[in-house]
């Protein structure tokens, strides 16, 4: 890897849920590594208002898992894309919310200063062979704690393999 930390950053829809959790679990196995200062890491909502704290499922959830998660929400910038070098999506909703915000306009595409992120859904790494819905890590809300708990899984095991990928660009 290059002097420059490589940036990560992963988007959900209102950067209170699964977003800041999965940046939290990111954070935690980099560290694991030894491999910390090797990354800038973030998280970020399609839709999210600022400042809002992470949902109490997902402060649980990494309570029960050994991490503090100390979160507040920030909307996804056109500028994140070129910020940083990964962007990591959380389901197709958000894929296709980040189709939309970047959409080029009738005076041409977006660009920006830099070269634009390496974007991909998070699921897809922890099985490259995933399609459709296989391809989402599901809102948890309405799923009660054993749904942020499947979430949390879901997470860590994609999170483990992009460590792994960037490890390997090292």
């Not at 080029?104 to 922890?126: K, T």
């Not at 799923?143 to 960037?166: K, S, V």
């Amino acid at each position: 890897m290059s002097a420059r930390p490589v940036g990560v950053l992963f988007v959900c829809y209102a950067n209170i849920v699964r977003s800041p959790l999965a940046a939290a679990v990111f954070t935690r196995l980099a560290g694991e590594r030894g491999l910390q200062a090797r990354f800038r890491i973030d998280s970020a909502g399609v839709a999210a208002d600022p400042g809002n704290p992470a949902h109490a499922g997902s402060v649980q959830v990494a309570a029960d898992h050994g991490l503090e998660l100390i979160h507040s929400s920030r909307p996804l910038r056109r500028d994140d894309l070129f910020d940083f070098d990964e962007v990591l999506l959380l389901d197709r909703l958000v894929a296709s919310e980040l189709r939309r915000l970047t959409a080029g306009s009738a005076f041409g595409p977006i660009a920006g200063p830099g070269q634009q992120a390496r974007i991909r859904l998070l699921a897809s790494l922890a099985d490259p062979g995933a399609r459709g819905a296989d391809l989402d890590v599901p809102d948890p809300v309405r799923g009660g704690p054993e749904g942020f708990l499947t979430a949390y899984r879901q997470i860590a095991r994609a999170c483990a393999a992009l460590l792994d990928d960037l490890s390997k660009k090292a």
